[in-house]
C-alpha cells in the first residue's frame, strides 16, 4: 500500500519561504503523479500543485503560480514544494496525495488520488 508522509510545516511571516516534503513509500513513487493539496478551516480543498509521474508535466492553481514550485526525485522517492513570497491566505493544512493519473485530473478535476498523506500545517502569520 502507498504511504505519503509530508514535512517541513510550520509558522512564517508574510513575505517568507518554506518547503514541503512529501516521502513516498510502499510502491515505486516513479508511477504516480504526486500533488499538494491544501484546505483552509470552513473552504474547500484545493489542488494547489501536481507534477506527472516523470516530473516533465506540472500544473498548479493561478492563485500560488510564480511563488511555489513544485518538483521531485524519484531517486529519493521524495516530491518538494517550494513557497516563496508565503501569504495569509496560504494558511492551511498542506497534504500530498498520489495517483495514476494526469496533473489536470489530479490538480483541477480532483480525481485520481489513490493515497493521501496525513497532512501538515502552514501558518502566515506576523
Known amino acids: 500500500q502507498l504511504q505519503l508522509v509530508e514535512s517541513g510545516g510550520g509558522l512564517v511571516q508574510p513575505g517568507g519561504s518554506l518547503r514541503l516534503s512529501c516521502v513516498v513509500s510502499?510502491?515505486?513513487?516513479?508511477?504516480?503523479?504526486i500533488g499538494w493539496f491544501r484546505q483552509a478551516p470552513g473552504k474547500d480543498r484545493e489542488g494547489v500543485s501536481c507534477i506527472s509521474s516523470s516530473g516533465r508535466s506540472t500544473k498548479s492553481a493561478d492563485s500560488v503560480q510564480g511563488r511555489f514550485t513544485i518538483s521531485r526525485d524519484n531517486a529519493k522517492n521524495t516530491v518538494y514544494l517550494q513557497m516563496n513570497n508565503l501569504k495569509a491566505e496560504d494558511t492551511a493544512i498542506y497534504h500530498c496525495?498520489?495517483?495514476?493519473?494526469?496533473?489536470?485530473?489530479?490538480?483541477?478535476?480532483?480525481?485520481?488520488?489513490?493515497?493521501w498523506g496525513q497532512g501538515t500545517q502552514v501558518t502566515v502569520s506576523s
Open positions: 496525495a498520489a495517483g495514476r493519473t494526469t496533473v489536470y485530473d489530479m490538480c483541477v478535476m480532483r480525481r485520481g488520488v489513490d493515497s
Open positions: 510502499g510502491f515505486t513513487s516513479d508511477y504516480y503523479a
